[in-house]
C-alpha cells in the first residue's frame, strides 16, 4: 500500500511538472509541486556527480533476460505516439524478451519528466527541448536534467513557411512588420529561434506573432487575418495540406545561407527540404529545416537492455517503414549527428559494433 501510495503521489508530480512546463514561463516560486518533484528520491538528477554512466567494455548480452519498456510517446492517435506504437511491436516482435508498450503522454515536456524520475524506459522528444532539460536552460532553468542520455535520431519536425500566394512575402526577411502564427502554444520556442537565428527579428519588435494551433492558423491565413503561418512538424500537415485545396499558398524556401546561419545558432538543427507536390499547387522542392526527433532514456536503465532496444529498432526499420511512415525514418548512417548531450553506453556500444563491422567489409574505402 505504501509504494502504491508513493507511486501514485509521484505520477501526480510528474502531471504538474510537465504542465508547468508547457507554460510560456516557468516562475520556481509558484510552483511548490515542481520542487516537490525535484526532492522525491526518485525525481530526476540535477547533480552531475550523482549520474556515472555504465562500462559496457565486457557486457556480455544474454537475450533470455526479461525487460519491461515503456515508451513515453506522445497523445493517443498523434504522430509521436503511432510512431512508438510501431517501436512497440517491432521491438517485441524482434526480441520477445523486451515487453514493451506505447504510453500516451502529453508530447515532450510530459516524456522528459517521466524518464528523468525513471518511471518510463524510453522518451521520444524534440532535440532542443531535451538538450534544453539536460543543461537546464530555458523552461529547465536552475534544474537540469543530468541523467538524460540519447539513443538515437529518428523522424524531423520541419520548418514550413506558408504564405497567400498573391503575397508580397518572398523571404524570411520580408516578414518583418507582419502578422504571423508561430505554432501551437506548446511549442514556444522554435519558429522565434529561426527568426532571431536568421534574421535577427524579436516577435513584438520586428514582427507579430501570436501562436495558434495548425488549424486556427490555416484558417486565419485563409481569411487574411494573418500574413504568414510557420509552422514546425512532420509534413505534409493536414491542415495546409488542406488548405491548399482551397486556397492558393506558397512556401518560402530556407536559403543555404540562411540555414548555415540557423544552424550555427541551433546546434541540433539539420538541413532539411520539403518536396515538391507535398501541398497543392508547390510543384517545387522547398528547402528547409529539420529539428530531429530524439529517443532518449536515464543513465542507469540497463545497458543491455538498451543496446537491445538500439539492435532491434535499426535491424528492423524496413518492418518500422510498413507500419509507420514516420517510424521508418531510423538511418544508421545519421543516428547520431544532431545528438549534443552524451548517448547511453548501450546504444553507443551497438553503434560501435556497426561501424566496426562496416570496417571490416570495406566500408570506409
Not at 25 to 37: I, K, N, R, T, Y
Not at 114 to 131: C, K, N, P, Y
Not at 168 to 196: C, H, M, W
Request: proline share 4%; hydrophobic share 40%.
Amino acid at each position: 500500500m505504501r509504494r502504491r501510495r508513493k507511486k501514485m503521489r509521484l505520477k501526480k508530480i510528474i502531471a504538474l511538472f510537465a504542465a508547468a512546463l508547457t507554460a510560456s514561463s516557468l516562475v520556481l516560486s509558484g510552483c511548490g509541486d515542481v520542487v516537490e518533484f525535484l526532492n522525491t528520491p526518485a525525481g530526476m538528477k540535477t547533480d552531475a556527480s550523482e549520474v556515472v554512466d555504465q562500462d559496457v567494455t565486457n557486457l556480455e548480452v544474454n537475450y533470455d533476460n526479461k525487460y519491461h519498456i515503456a515508451i513515453a510517446s506522445g497523445a493517443s492517435g498523434g504522430a509521436y505516439y503511432m510512431v512508438g506504437t510501431a517501436l512497440a511491436q517491432v521491438m517485441q516482435q524482434a526480441d520477445p524478451n523486451l515487453i514493451c508498450s506505447s504510453e500516451s503522454t502529453g508530447g515532450t515536456n510530459e516524456n522528459l519528466a517521466l524518464i528523468s524520475s525513471e518511471e518510463s524506459q524510453i522518451g521520444m522528444g524534440m532535440a532542443d527541448d531535451i538538450v534544453d532539460a539536460y543543461e537546464g536552460n530555458m523552461d529547465f532553468e536552475g534544474m537540469p536534467a543530468v541523467n538524460l542520455r540519447a539513443i538515437t535520431a529518428g523522424q524531423t519536425n520541419t520548418f514550413q513557411i506558408f504564405v497567400r500566394k498573391d503575397s508580397d512575402i518572398q523571404t524570411l526577411e520580408d516578414l518583418k512588420g507582419k502578422n504571423i502564427s508561430l505554432g501551437p502554444s506548446g511549442a514556444p520556442y522554435f519558429v522565434p529561434k529561426l527568426l532571431r537565428s536568421i534574421c535577427g527579428y524579436e516577435n513584438g519588435k520586428d514582427y507579430n506573432g501570436q501562436y495558434l494551433a495548425h488549424d486556427q492558423a490555416a484558417d486565419a491565413l485563409s481569411d487574411g487575418n494573418i500574413d504568414a503561418a510557420i509552422a514546425c512538424l512532420a509534413y505534409p500537415a493536414s491542415a495546409f495540406a488542406n488548405l491548399a485545396f482551397t486556397k492558393e499558398v506558397r512556401l518560402i524556401p530556407i536559403s543555404d545561407e540562411q540555414a548555415e546561419k540557423a544552424m550555427a545558432a541551433n546546434p541540433t538543427w539539420v538541413r532539411g527540404n520539403i518536396p515538391g507536390g507535398t501541398y497543392n499547387g508547390n510543384d517545387a522542392d522547398s528547402p528547409s529545416l529539420d529539428i530531429p526527433v530524439w529517443l532518449f532514456t536515464y543513465a542507469d536503465l540497463d545497458a543491455e537492455a538498451v543496446y537491445r532496444c538500439t539492435k532491434a529498432i535499426f535491424e528492423n526499420v524496413d518492418k518500422l517503414a510498413v507500419i509507420n511512415a514516420q517510424a521508418g525514418k531510423y538511418n544508421l548512417e545519421t543516428a547520431t549527428d544532431s545528438i549534443t548531450i552524451p548517448i547511453h553506453p548501450g546504444a553507443q556500444k551497438y553503434f560501435d559494433e556497426m561501424a566496426e563491422a562496416k570496417l571490416s567489409k570495406g566500408g570506409n574505402e
